[in-house]
């Protein structure tokens, strides 16, 4: 803090530690505590932004996952089973994941995820109750809200 009390932020500034896509994991880590720093820019051939690197991922690369604070104790299941034989699915669940789990075969070239397949088959932006069928299974909307569809009840057969 200044004389006056106030913060000069500039003191605290510290420069971007730039690093190209293609450093090596041990020259990365040697880099770090060199420059006694724990984060890194990632540059791609072009010099564009390529990402963020920590020496957190640094190390996880070499000695597996470490479990810290900010880790959630476990991921969310994307696909849970109800007791009456539905299931609760997340929009973001990948299509091949969804392929895999209920042996369907919906094409993944167009859509990434479950949530992009069904607002396609509805034709808009679908509010929680409005539903699709696909195949043998209805997907009724759950949860949406304004800029995407969050979570599905689907159930195999043709709409209750």
Do not use: C
């Amino acid at each position: 803090r200044g004389q006056n009390g106030s913060l000069n932020l500039r003191a605290l500034l510290r420069h971007a530690v730039m690093i190209p896509e293609s450093m090596r994991l041990n020259v990365l880590l040697a880099e770090f505590r060199r420059s006694r720093n724990h984060m890194a820019v990632v540059v791609d051939e072009y010099g564009g932004v390529a990402g963020l690197v920590t020496i957190e991922d640094v190390l996880e690369e070499i000695v597996g996952e470490i479990d810290d604070e900010h880790d959630d104790a476990a991921p969310p299941k994307l696909v849970v089973a109800q007791a009456d034989g539905t299931w609760m699915v997340d929009a973001l669940t990948p299509i091949e994941d969804f392929n895999e789990l209920f042996g369907t075969a919906f094409s993944d070239e167009e859509y990434d995820t479950v949530g992009g397949l069904v607002t396609a088959a509805i034709g808009h932006l679908p509010d929680p109750g409005e539903s699709a069928t696909l195949g043998n299974y209805s997907f009724d909307v759950t949860r949406a809200d304004d800029r995407r569809v969050l979570q599905f009840r689907v159930h195999k057969g043709a709409a209750a």
